[in-house]
């Protein structure tokens, strides 16, 4: 039985000390024309760092680049792709913040890297961070995926307009981009879908495109390549689709128990065929599990999980918290594990 | 239209009653003191002062422009969630947590019970109210929106917290109407957020507004009404204020499909665009809502807070509201 602390996206940007306001302050300054992209990049590197030292420091055995570098989970992708223009604000799903939507204009296509220089720099921060000794410890990438992406998009494309060529244009760029992050070294990495869960009359167009992303990883397998596909839903609950979600071809599959209570049970009622990622932490509210409940609940599930294995971690991403919580979660995480362990 | 509530309550309001959401823009004179009272160069009583200024002359402007139901304008609120949040025996400030872009806001944390021990609103509306003979609305954040809108880790679940928000609203509400307001506009823009929570957010406005003496509206933005339609119709109020504009009237379709039930205060122009709709657009829309709901229960106002416009923008945009509903009322 092995549960192995991960993160699950982002961290905070900004926290309350000046040291920790710096990206805000170059980002005003930017705006302001009085600071450069080069400032600005290094204010993203600097607070990429420290997200990554946080983790590390927590103990974390899978950690992310916190996606400081993300304005957010829909623009910073879709904006790196050709035949799009980002356009205003919308509210992203329940919580009370905001993305900028993509609207497609003509034939949406990958023109470089979109996460493999992000995971470079992670890398080589997670190596400083543990003093040139990472050991077993990794840096995940972060995508969202292709239905996601489309969901939250417009298309002025006339071709793109129905939702099923969106999704899989969005698919054909991430598979692109999931065989270069295997490519680069990418033990695995993570496709976010939280769309799937508020609109589950979707699915065989959700499932195609997870079946494309699937075979980019089975391509990247034939050329001796590591990589494994996990896949991330949250922000609703995950119960009514749980057992299709486990039956998807992925090699793990990232669950929110913060909306329905009765997930795990579900998850020891059908097990699991695939490792699952257990977010059993709440990336949305500050208040602090007890590390023994949690371990109660983990303890239930582990055995059901193939290969008694999981990872452990917050339900979504921690921007969505002050980054002092946020800190505090990860190092539950860490108690949490102990507890299961019975130290 | 509940006229029949409203003349009870001894208002009689014309047809298409004009109003406004709530915030104005800040006046030059507000936004100088905020500065000076951060950096201590004046103290509270002045920064009240200036304060109560530009609400007296957010009140004068309303009467000029002819509307007919008015708000006291906001000027001393910042966040319509932080307002309460920093003044009820319950919260505690929280750190920073993005909003979108480079924006970020102190997010309150519910770490206690949350109590209400003494009026929140009513000086700031006795003071609006006395400046003019117009009915002043009293302006609330609702139960749901304050929950959503807060960490909480005091409450076993949402709904609790929503509970006990809606018994410290519901006292606000009773001290307003002990004071005399007769209006009372509790807002909900987060209703659509968690459709399947819908339930919770009505359950809470009962214990808000049940067995109380005044004619209540909520306002709802940004949402997914398409979610929460015609269910959100069992809200206990009286009169829906809501974003149209800015969605080119979408929801007139949805009114179509059922028939809406209440008064509605129909936003005709857009508060997030700098551009100042002709009036024949504003008249179009007053036409279109006629199509959904028949004219006694039409009220006319702008889709939400203006407080993002100049305020010359904001009051260019209350005018056009006026002239529309002087051009159906002849
Ligand atoms: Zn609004």
Redesign the pocket.
Known sequence: MTLTLAHSGSYPRIGDSAELQLLRRTIAGFDRGERSAADLAEAENQMTRLAIEEQAAAGLDVVTDGQIRWNDPVSYLAGKLAGVRINGLLRLYDTNFYFRQPVIESRLQRQGELAVSDLQFAREALAAACKGKPGSRQVKPVLTGPYTLAHLSLAQAEELKALEPRVEAYAEALAAEIGALADAGAETVQIDEPSILLHPGDWQIFARAVGRLSAARDEARKRGRKIGLLLYVYFHDCAPIYSKLAALPIDGLGLDFTYNRKLADAVVESGSPIPLALGLVDGRNTKLEQPAEVAREISRMLPRIAGDSAWLGPSCGLEYLPRDRARAKLQLLGEIRSAVEGR | MNRQKLKKLGLELPLFPVTS?GSFPKTDAVVRARGEFRRGKINAEQLTEIEREATAFWIRKQEELGIDVLVDGEQYRGDMVAYFAERLPGFTNGGLVRSYGNRYYHKPIVTGEVKWTEPLTVEWWRYAQGLTKKPVKGMLTGPYTIMDWSFNEHYPDRKATCMALAGVIRSEVEALIATGCKIIQVDE?ALSVRPEELPVAIEAMHRVTDGLNAYFIT?A?YGAFDLIYPGMLELPVDNFDL?MSNSGLDLLELFRRHRFTKDISFGVVDVHSHVLEEPATVRQRVEQALTVVPKDQLWIDPD??LKTRTVEEAIAKLRRCVEAAKAFRN
């Open positions: 959401v823009p306002h933005c974003e939400c807070g």
